[in-house]
């Protein structure tokens, strides 16, 4: 994920937990989407975090970028913008590669 400067940053997500309006941290997932899913799960299994977090998921992270490495090392396959979370489902939209 991209932090507010624009640049990647990776770390672990239980040292961020507190951190939630600057978090930027490194998942592991075939595809930015599901790694939507992993991040909301991470942060539902943290003992402070609330019940439904899934729509404050949706106001709080603006992308998720998703790197595959490829034979010419790491490369961005994909960016999604999350627009929301509605009717169960967050709202994305994909705006790079």
Known sequence: MLNADG???QGRLGE???QIGTITTT???NNAR???GWFS???S???DSPRHNEPLIGEAVQLFVHIARTQEGRRVTE???IQGFEDGKYIT???GV
Do not use: C, N
Request: hydrophobic share 60%; no cysteine; proline share 4%.
């Open 79 to 81: 960016i999604i913008e």
């Open 41 to 43: 799960l991470l942060i």
């Open 45 to 47: 299994i943290h003992p």
């Open 27 to 29: 998942l592991h997932a």
């Open 34 to 36: 599901v790694g939507l």
């Open 16 to 18: 961020k937990m507190r």
């Open 7 to 9: 640049k990647l940053w």
């Open 93 to 95: 939209k994909t705006v």
